[in-house]
């Protein structure tokens, strides 16, 4: 029943430190948003930063943190978006998969 309210009503919220599994201290900055487009998740990430540098652990964790929100809301897809200015991330975004549509990375995957 509660999914089927998630996938009825369309929402769009402002990205929240929680839903990439970060700790909000450890963010400098996050502006993005989630937005649930039918049975799908759009996660879209316009710019994060950290205090400090990330860990490769935080940074790992981001896809399975976000694969559960997706899971939770019901979601049978999620497409995870971002603007990648950092190449060290650019080229970690590559090697899980993100393409490239203009000045857009972008990832589907099928929700478990």
Avoid: C, H, W
């Avoid at 990205?15 to 989630?34: F, K, N």
């Avoid at 976000?66 to 979601?75: F, H, K, P, V």
């Avoid at 603007?83 to 929700?111: D, H, K, M, S």
């Amino acid at each position: 029943m509660q999914r089927e309210e998630y996938i009825d009503t369309p929402v769009e919220r402002p990205l929240v430190p929680d839903d990439l599994g970060i700790e909000t201290g450890r963010l400098a900055q996050l502006r993005g948003s989630l937005r649930i487009e039918g049975e799908k998740v759009v996660v879209f990430v316009d710019m994060i930063e950290g205090r400090g540098r990330l860990t490769v652990g935080e940074i790992r964790g981001v896809l399975p943190s976000l694969i559960d929100q997706a899971r939770e809301m019901g979601a049978t897809m999620l497409r995870v978006e971002a603007i990648i200015a950092n190449e060290e991330l650019f080229n970690l975004a590559r090697r899980v998969g993100f393409q490239t549509a203009g000045r857009i990375e972008f990832l589907e995957l099928t929700v478990p």
